[in-house]
């Protein structure tokens, strides 16, 4: 048996104990690291022992943001403050902002306060395809090559599968010789910014350097061989992995050698794998290669001093008042209604909205309502609605449904797209309302900081009659400053 949780159970004001509780019920049932259980997969490009070689074994609150005092995990702030660290002034104030291939605007809280801090900025680059929401306030925009362009081999989602496999998928189309790949695009916006630190500078240049020579196949290549199921040299598998044994016990569970070693071909714990993954072994297997189910992988995979499981930290325990606090609260309010977001399969983000073929058919931004709920305000299916909350107020027709809970509403995420400034001519016609207009970028888990796009409490008011176009009041584009020097 096994109990996960995703973005419903984290994106809420209880976000980190919630996810706590997901693990410690795994745990004290047995069904942690154990096959039919929760395992951890072992994938042939291994990020999580790559971060904790180069000494990014995990970490929270080292430091925290500037407004609202949120912790950083992992080296990330919550981008719940992001406005706030724009538009409050004072010393630390962020005047230029760097966004590659999102939609803030429509994707984090309160987006119209948001849309006036990008407006602001002193300098803003966007690396997009589409001058959408966000990148219409970028002074420049850099468009990378399209998906059939360049090569790819996915390096995240391989972490989050439930079978070990690897797959590469080369170029279909040569790009025009005036194009940039996203890590050309990154990586000579990561040597100029360098320069200002003669370290740092001078770090940046032999690593442009050095990929550019190698290139971004290369580098793919490289990381499959020293990977868990890469290339041992000839007749070295018994004595490799004897003294790799050797050298392990010597160092110690959290030295970066060890944890090289331990990520490797040769390390004990691999030594069951297949071998020999390289990126021609990827060329040759183009519907790619199973590496084989998950095995228990504990206490090998715990990145802690002592390899083991603090179960009952304080900072998680602690927060149980705050939801016991919050339960009373909530009693006292038995007519509140709660949002809570969704996603479509066909609709997964704001930027596939752009195209007809995933948009058509049947309106999918409507707000989802019990029947209970809407005979007890007076409203029929397909009626148009005000939806208003402590932040703002958008209009939207109501879907009823008794798959929804009764005191809980659900509005799509990434709809909004009546924005003037923006060049999405589909998504404009398709354009639906923003979620995140009324979502409140002070309305956060206070443990994590993470921002609460569920569990947002709203209300619900019938309109006599209302226009079909979508209110766009609350969440017009301010002027561009310094002119519109947009440029693509």
Known sequence: ASVFGRMGTSTQPFGGLATWLIYVLNIVSSNMDQRGGLLFNRPAIDLVALSAVGGQSGHFGRYHSRINQLPEFGGELPATTLADEILTPGPGQLRAMVVMAGNPVLSC???TKLEKGLAGLDFMVAIDFYRNETSQH??????PTGPLEHSHYDLVFNLLTVRNVAKYS???????????????????????LGRKKWWS???GEGWHRALDRLGIDGLLDLLLRVGPYGSRLPGTARAGSLATQVLQDLLGPTNPLRRLLDMGPYSMANASLLKGVDLQTLKQHPHGVDLGALQPSIPERLFTQNQRINLGDELYLGDIHRLIDHQSRLHAQPQQLWLIGRRHVRSNNSWLH??????????????????????????????QVRLNSATGEIRVAVSLTDEMMPGVVSLPHGWGHHRSGSQLGVARAHAGVSANDITDDHWFDALTGTSAFNAVPVNVQALEAVSAEPDTTAAKSPKKRRGDKTRA
């Open 109 to 111: 809280p309160n987006g």
């Open 138 to 143: 970028a002074d420049i925009i850099l468009p």
């Open 170 to 192: 080369p170029a279909l189309f040569a790009p025009a010789p005036d194009t940039r790949h996203d890590w050309q695009i990154l990586g000579e916006l990561t040597r100029r």
């Open 201 to 203: 500078g001078l770090m």
């Open 354 to 383: 752009n195209s007809l073929r995933l948009v058509k058919g049947n309106p999918r931004c409507t707000l989802k309502m019990h029947p209970e709920d809407a005979a007890a305000r007076g409203l029929s299916d397909g009626a």
